[in-house]
């Protein structure tokens, strides 16, 4: 294990500074745009943007790459998300930054790919779950770790657009020094969402449920614990705790589905999720605990939910491994973008607590439509693949799941 990891080591150190950057501008503009006095309904159509280039920038990256080579295209994603934070920082108007949220979307995507195809290049067949393993918790921690410079008090919020730009552009050092040789151009991605629900009703439905979750939790979960105790150390520590609370619950909640009905798992990380969303609805106390509490319980629900509806979905592969994870992520990503539009609509309807409603509607709905599919179809056990955690982010990650190479 430690060979594989040192093979690829400037590249996870790359992973590491860029994703603590962009960890840190994901909450950081939100708050922004509270400060300037934006609505929840245009903040959170910034964060839809974000979500709308993210799929753009994963049906384009591998042409980028195919043209420009790995570490040149990484070179370039890096300086269009740093020109996108530091270009918010002085053009602070709604239209502005929908751009600038799109570019950043679009560059992350390719940046994921650039580093995953990489990661899958350079990694033995044996020792791709170790790889996978640790690239999910530098993923999760490295973006936990940066919402703890919104905690300093050295840093206004407007210097800390700098450090954010500041991190990306140190994440080209690793990679531009690297005597690694360039791993080949990724496929283009293909994705077929019949084919994706054909293979599971329950995951390609809870797959887009908990993209409308987790979308709104970045988008707007920062400026929503913000608003409800007037500090912005609460919105940074709000979002910090649904990504440790997603991150603590993966592993245990996979291995749950590797013994029971996995649908079962996921009704019950519903369940915790729901939860969280109706302790701040039920207390109008504001207590901080009470939204850090759901916060975690809200990203415990959330985020394994994709992972899992990933896996049942594969059960039922059929060899179309990759195809199935592509509709899968378009569709997860696609409820990104619709949960801050869903957020919107309940301000137009003028819920005291829109932010929470919707969050909670959205587990509602992966319960009783996975409720639904149990009471109608059967699903035996003998089609069941072992779980593997996989970071949500895009689908070259596939690439690296020990299952798909068990073959070779």
């Not at 999760?140 to 500041?166: K, P, W």
């Not at 649908?263 to 915790?272: E, H, P, T």
């Amino acid at each position: 294990m430690a060979a594989s990891l040192r093979s690829v080591q400037s590249v996870l150190l790359s992973v590491l500074v860029l994703l603590i950057g962009h960890g840190l501008q994901l909450t950081l503009l939100p708050l922004t745009a509270q400060s300037l006095g934006w609505s929840g309904t245009l903040i959170g159509l910034t964060g839809s943007a974000y979500y709308l280039g993210f799929i753009v920038g994963c049906l384009s990256a591998s042409r980028i790459i195919r043209r420009a080579g790995h570490i040149r295209a990484f070179s370039s994603g890096v300086a269009v998300a740093a020109i996108a934070i530091l270009a918010a920082s002085i053009q602070q108007d709604f239209l502005s930054w929908l751009v600038l949220r799109f570019l950043t979307g679009c560059s992350l995507a390719g940046l994921y790919t650039i580093v995953e195809s990489w990661l899958n290049e350079r990694t033995s067949n044996e020792q791709r779950g170790a790889v996978l393993a640790s690239y999910t918790a530098i993923c999760l921690g490295a973006m936990a770790a940066g919402q703890l410079f919104l905690e300093l008090d050295h840093f206004s919020l407007n210097q800390l657009f700098t450090v954010a730009a500041i991190l990306l552009i140190a994440a080209i050092i690793p990679i531009g020094l690297t005597s690694s040789p360039q791993p080949e151009t990724p496929d283009d991605i293909k994705f077929n969402w019949k084919i994706a629900y054909q293979a599971s009703h329950v995951g390609m439905i809870c797959a887009s449920l908990s993209g409308v979750i987790v979308g709104l939790l970045w988008s707007m979960g920062a400026v929503y614990a913000s608003q409800q105790t007037g500090s912005v150390e609460t919105g940074a520590r709000f979002v910090m705790l649904a990504i440790l609370g997603g991150f603590f619950a993966q592993f245990p909640a996979g291995r749950l589905s590797d013994f029971l009905d996995r649908r079962y798992v996921i009704m019950i990380l519903a369940a915790i999720g729901l939860t969280g969303a109706a302790l701040p609805i039920l207390d109008a106390s504001n207590s901080e605990w009470i939204l850090y509490t759901a916060a975690a319980l809200c990203g415990a629900g959330s985020m394994p939910i994709y992972s899992i509806s990933l896996a049942h979905a594969n059960d039922n592969a059929d060899g179309k491994f990759l195809l199935i994870a592509s509709g899968m992520l378009i569709a997860n990503a696609v409820g990104a973008i619709a949960g801050p539009l869903l957020f919107a609509g309940t301000n137009q309807l003028g819920l005291a607590d829109g932010f929470m409603i919707t969050i909670a509607v959205a587990f509602i709905g992966c319960i009783v439509w996975t409720g639904l599919r149990i009471r109608t179809h059967e699903v035996s056990r003998e089609y069941f693949e072992p779980y593997q955690v996989l970071p949500k982010t895009t689908t070259e990650v596939m690439t690296l799941d020990p299952r798909l190479h068990e073959e070779d």
